[in-house]
């Protein structure tokens, strides 16, 4: 008699064989573009370097690169729970193809867009940033990913568009954090068409050289250095040009503690904790935090006469 | 059978001493091991001040414990869970002072003054030293009825700590209410069962509903 015995592995646990293929494809594809494009060689050359063993990927000359194992087990994904673990260990069944992100609104063209067909038509650049959280802890990330700018510019944002949005996806089924009412769900941030358009802003699709985990934001996510982690939106759907300036989640749950703008800031303070210093992981001892993550030179003209405490 | 009854309802106190000092061991085993994660100084902060306020919480429902299940050996070993507490509330501040801080009283000072989950997590703190100080058979004697007295500041000090964990969460806030539900009970058995207190109402309803009053209010 046959007895039918669930598999000893819940089937969660088994890498996704799409996941395994789209990495697979990812590579390919991004081999396919090395011999046109500079940006993409230096991103294998990077993984190369790692594969030896001599990684030595960094923000600047004091700024290494956090490793991998932290970068993936240490987040805040609120879509797969509060802790900083739960999302490593929840989110291994969100399905990261087929993906398709939206892109509406205020735009000449808008669409749907497949994020492998992205990935194609933008290739993916490696750029080390540093990453502030707004709970004052920081890392330094290898990111793989594109200017948004690259993008918006190809579906032409119509004078009209003044802001951009970026929903997550919303599914309680695959993400069980969403089953609670912690975050008025989905996910939204917002940006000025200016930050959006600004070069140092990335959708990534990688880090350290591989596919995104879904942990940190699968398979597409924002990426804004000189902001707090926080308006990095993860696992993007859909991206909306739009009039008005949009209400980021962590706006709703507590305006007084969360704004739009979020450049770190080490003068403006949360109520509840100095943003002065920060650690980075790995560290012992706090480090003074940078205006704008340092980042100013690039983008302090983009805040040329605003009050920064008024809009934190 | 009559041992084992005995052993049970009267364990030896270092076998109480070792269950205390589990958590303690545990944090320290996985700081050794790096099983902290990738920011080993915030989860220590965490979990030594959740253990702080869960034995100030087990202290607190001795006396309870005694009156409802009429376990009177439970009583012995009060002292040796506050001073737990204590013990865990000291790593904690030690932990933020040293390894988290280091040091630096600039900041130390402005956490203590300007943010007030920190002032009332200090306030807790410093306010559980003169209870660990008194706790010798030499000051309960010399104190008498004003040891008892005094040593209901734990019941302050126990809502400060779970003020001071509701203020620090950003947004889940079922763990501090799970806390404050637990301390908001214990104070309302204690003074819904204060045996010879001259105002004492017979009935049973409206003094549970006085000590829900004054349980719930914030100090």
Redesign the interface.
């Known amino acids: 008699m046959l007895i039918r015995r669930p598999p000893d592995i819940p089937s969660r646990d088994i890498t996704e064989e799409r996941l395994y293929r789209s990495r697979r494809e990812f590579i390919r594809d991004a081999a396919g573009v090395a011999a046109a494009g500079l940006a993409v060689s230096s991103v294998l050359a990077a993984c190369a370097r790692r594969a030896e063993g001599q990684g030595t990927l960094s923000a600047g000359p004091n700024d290494p690169a ?1 490793p991998y194992n ?1 970068v993936t ?2 987040n805040n994904f ?1 879509e797969f729970g ?1 802790d ?2 739960d999302p490593a260990r929840n989110a291994g069944g969100l399905r990261v193809r087929p993906w398709t992100v939206a892109i509406e609104g205020e735009v000449a063209k808008p669409g749907h867009y497949d994020v492998d067909e992205l990935i194609r038509l933008f290739p993916p650049q490696e750029r080390v940033y540093r990453m502030r959280c707004v ?1 004052a ?1 920081s890392m330094v990330i290898p990111w793989l990913g594109f200017p948004l700018g690259d993008l918006l510019r190809r579906v032409e944002p119509r004078s009209a568009a003044r802001f951009v949005e970026f929903t997550t996806l919303y599914d309680p089924q695959q993400m069980p954090g969403q089953r609670r009412n ?2 008025d769900w989905p996910y939204v941030e917002g940006l000025r068409l200016d930050e959006a358009m600004h070069p140092l802003t990335i959708l990534s699709v990688g880090l350290y050289g591989k596919m995104l985990l879904p942990q940190n934001g699968a398979p597409i996510r924002l990426v804004v250095p000189w902001k707090y982690g926080f308006k990095g939106v993860k696992s993007i759907v859909k991206i909306r040009l739009v009039r008005e300036q949009p209400v980021n989640t962590w706006q709703v ?2 305006s007084n503690e969360y704004g739009f703008y979020a450049n770190v800031n080490p003068e403006v303070d949360h ?4 943003q ?2 920060e ?1 980075r ?2 560290e ?3 480090r003074p935090t940078l205006m704008f993550n340092g980042y100013g030179d690039q983008v302090a003209q983009l805040y040329t006469g605003m009050d920064l405490r008024r809009n934190f | 059978m009559a041992n084992v009854g005995m052993l049970l309802s009267r364990p030896p106190k270092p076998v109480v001493f070792a269950l205390c000092a589990v958590p303690a061991t545990l944090i320290g085993l996985d700081a050794l091991h790096g099983r902290l994660g990738a920011d080993p100084i915030r989860a220590m902060q965490l979990r030594t001040g959740w253990w702080a306020l869960g034995f100030l919480l087990i202290t607190l429902a001795v006396t309870p414990v005694r009156r409802f299940t009429g376990w009177n050996g439970i009583a012995r070993y009060r002292r040796m869970l506050g001073l737990f507490a204590f013990t865990y509330a000291a790593l904690h501040f030690l932990n933020y002072l040293v390894l988290d801080q280091f040091f630096a009283w600039h900041f130390i000072l402005e956490d203590v003054a300007k943010r007030r989950w920190i002032t009332v997590g200090f306030t807790s703190f410093v306010l559980l030293i003169p209870l660990a100080v008194t706790s010798t058979n030499g000051w309960v004697r010399r104190l008498g009825k004003r040891w008892v007295k005094l040593h209901r500041l734990a019941y302050v000090a126990a809502a400060g700590g779970v003020l001071h964990f509701l203020w620090l969460v950003k947004k889940d806030v079922r763990e501090p209410v799970i806390f404050g539900v637990v301390l908001v009970a214990l104070l309302a058995l204690r003074l819904g069962r204060r045996p010879r207190s001259p105002r004492a109402v017979p009935a049973a309803g409206p003094r549970a509903e006085t000590s829900h009053q004054i349980a719930g209010a914030r100090p």
């Open positions: 956090t932290d087990t240490y609120y509060t900083k673990a709970e802890w912690i975050l749950a507590a109520p509840r904790w100095s002065a210093r650690r992981i790995g012992f001892r706090k």
